[in-house]
């Protein structure tokens, strides 16, 4: 008996030491948990009113929109129409006060000190691709509701200089030119600080042509 013991035991490891090093089954990997994604905050009667305040105490003027709400999920529910914010913007639609706030400081602030230090001129126009679209995320059927859908992001595709040039995300992102790319690097980057969720061109090929800037669930910067 304690000859069968000490064999059952011996056997294993003999048989372990026979395996060669090189082709040892590899480890199992576990599966790493995913954090959800953080609750949306609320944002009430108080919240807005809140908002609204500090967006004039921006600058910008704009107009209140009456709420609406479409198929397939999307609405725009407290929203505004942008009219003034220092320079004009193309295609602006309805935007939620939150992002409306944000986009009028990164407006103000980041993209005029980043032209003027890089490019050596100051903006006169942005160029956008716009903001509400009753769309999935990225355009592609099956993803979830793009935060464009709840007009609560905004595209952004270039700027105009004072001096006549031309800067676009498509062109100059990658481009020959290093200032150029530092600014629109820049502009990106201080988005970051302001928005909650920004995605650029080396985020996918879905925004090799813009910047998407937006106050959903986030943080994240790419």
Known sequence: MHRLRALLIVTPLILISCVPS????????RPVPVRPAPARPAYDAAARRQCLSDLSAD?????LLPDRV??????AIGTVQLSDIGMPVSNL????????????????DATQK??????????????SFGTY???PVNGVEGNRLSEHGLSNAVDISGFVLANGRRITVLNDWNGPDQYARNFLRAVHDA????????LGPDANAFHRNHLHFDMGRGPYCR
């Open 93 to 108: 639609g309805a935007m939620t006060c939150p992002l409306a706030d944000a986009f009028t400081r990164w407006t103000r």
């Open 133 to 135: 679209s009753c769309r």
């Open 191 to 198: 988005g970051c600080r302001r928005f909650h969720v920004v």
């Open 22 to 29: 090189g082709h040892r089954p590899p480890p199992v990997r």
């Open 59 to 63: 600058g910008a003027r704009y107009t």
């Open 70 to 75: 479409f198929a397939g999920g999307c609405s």
């Open 114 to 127: 980043a032209a003027i230090a890089w490019l050596d001129s100051p903006v006169v126009k942005i160029e």
